[in-house]
């Protein structure tokens, strides 16, 4: 299993007739998880939730950017030839946003231009919001994970007081160890997961741009395909 390489001496072994040694005792990633408390289960949870969020994302916009350099040159063909079915059938093959946008604008052949770009700028709206479906999740782990990780901090530190003043004057170390533990792990696994989450949140933020400026692009070159027969 892993283990930190978090040291702690014992103090009943450190002084020896001969000099003094050390007895070291490694702490297990798991043993320490378990002093957080109920608040790991917590950030556990949420962990766990941001890296399925971010997994889905990370897939969907893969295939997202995954188009075929040869498809506009393709479907403005096939719309040139007025093949409208043909050129339908190849958008939904490609099943992209980009593809979707050229599929509602073919569809939409024969109507003014003003609707046709209309209807593409709408299912461009639809199909940026399904990529930013979930983010907002991803954004409040980020910012809630630290947050629970200090409540456990605090709950954790009161712990160890509440010890201290029922101990009286018998005052052990031992006796503090709990909470202390507990304030410490939970604010380490509050910030472990409010980072992973942060930089997963920017990364998918960035990708889609990309994906916007790609479908912006799309649409402009989608609507100067329709006036190219008539400029002919």
């Excluded at 889905?56 to 916009?61: D, E, G, P, S, Y």
Aim: net charge neutral; proline share 3%; with cysteine.
């Amino acid at each position: 299993m892993l283990s930190f390489l978090l040291q702690v001496p014992e103090a009943a072994e450190a002084v020896a007739a001969a000099g003094e040694t050390v007895v070291e005792q490694k702490i297990r990633l798991l043993d320490m998880a378990m002093k957080g408390g109920w608040i790991m289960i917590v950030l556990l949870i949420l962990s766990v939730c941001a890296v399925y969020i971010f997994s889905k994302k990370a897939v969907m916009l893969h295939k997202a950017t995954k188009v075929d350099r040869n498809f506009n040159l393709e479907v403005r063909d096939l719309i040139h030839e007025g093949k409208i079915k043909q050129a339908t059938a190849l958008c939904q093959k490609q099943n992209s946003p980009v593809a979707r946008l050229y599929e509602k604008g073919i569809e939409r052949i024969g109507r003014p231009l003003q609707d046709i770009q209309t209807a593409v700028e709408n299912t461009g709206n639809i199909e940026v919001a399904r990529l930013e479906k979930g983010l907002p999740m991803l954004a409040t782990i980020a910012g809630g994970a630290p947050m629970i990780g200090f409540l456990g901090t605090v709950t954790g530190m009161i712990k160890a007081f509440f010890d201290m003043a029922n101990a009286g004057n018998n005052i052990d170390i031992s006796l503090l160890s709990s909470g202390i533990y507990e304030a410490m792990v939970t604010t380490v696994g509050g910030l472990l997961v409010g980072i992973i989450a942060y930089f997963g949140y920017n990364w998918l933020t960035s990708r889609i741009s990309d994906v916007v400026f790609k479908m912006e692009n799309a649409t402009v070159e989608f609507m100067d395909l329709l006036n190219e027969p008539s400029e002919k």
